[in-house]
């Protein structure tokens, strides 16, 4: 089973490019295309947090638990 991120589906719902979020959460750019691209092992609460506060969803439209490899990965919503 996996996680899977779905970064890009909020993204474009929102009309937010990568950096905007980045400098909104004030995550860099590069950790969070790691988030992005499913290739980050973990994520802190606070970030998570973040990320939910400027994307106005709640974590369960962010994350999804499913079929697949153990890790992060990037998904359609």
Not at 26 to 54: D, M, V, W
Not at 58 to 70: K, M, N, R
Request: net charge negative.
């Amino acid at each position: 089973m996996s996680v899977r991120l779905h970064l890009d589906a909020l993204l474009h719902r929102r009309r937010m490019s990568l950096a905007e979020l980045s400098d909104r959460v004030g995550i860099s750019p590069a950790n969070l295309s790691l988030l992005k691209l499913g290739q980050a092992r973990a994520i802190r609460f606070t970030t998570l947090a973040a990320l939910c506060r400027e994307l106005e969803c709640q974590p369960g439209d962010l994350l999804t638990y499913g079929p697949g490899a153990d890790h992060l990965e990037d998904g359609e919503a």
